[in-house]
């Protein structure tokens, strides 16, 4: 089994910045199994949306609305993923939640950490 950990949200001025990570904690063999990790975010009264991912290998992926502000990064060696999100807009207010996908498309998830733009 895997657990993810996030931290790193909280409250931040519109125009700010903040870094969330998450650190895949558990069972090794199962963490070693993990190919692609990513944040989605659900706003108050929306759906869940993808925001970013990156495989294993570094490939990512953005959602067209953070692309050119937000980078997601990965430090195998941790077993963490991280998001720097700058110039950050009152639209990004969400519960960000990590996600990781097996090998053999097992889907984790974390508890989800808030994030609030004040414009």
């Known amino acids: 089994q895997v657990q993810l950990v996030e931290s790193g949200g909280g409250l931040v001025q519109a125009g700010g910045s903040l870094r969330l990570s998450c650190a895949a904690t558990?069972?090794?063999?199962?963490?070693?199994?993990?190919?692609?990790m990513g944040w989605y975010r659900q706003a108050p009264g929306k759906q869940r949306e993808l925001v970013a991912t990156?495989?294993?290998?570094?490939?990512?992926n953005y959602a067209d609305s953070v692309k050119g502000r937000f980078t997601i990064s990965r430090d195998n060696a941790k077993s963490t993923v991280y998001l720097q999100m700058n110039s950050l807009k009152p639209e990004d207010t969400a519960v960000y939640s990590c996600?990781?996908?097996?090998?053999?498309?097992?889907?984790?998830w974390g508890k989800g950490t808030l994030v609030t733009v004040s414009s």
């Open positions: 996600n990781a996908v097996t090998l053999r498309y097992v889907n984790y």
């Open positions: 558990g069972s090794i063999i199962s963490i070693n199994t993990i190919n692609a």
């Open positions: 990156i495989t294993r290998g570094g490939s990512t």
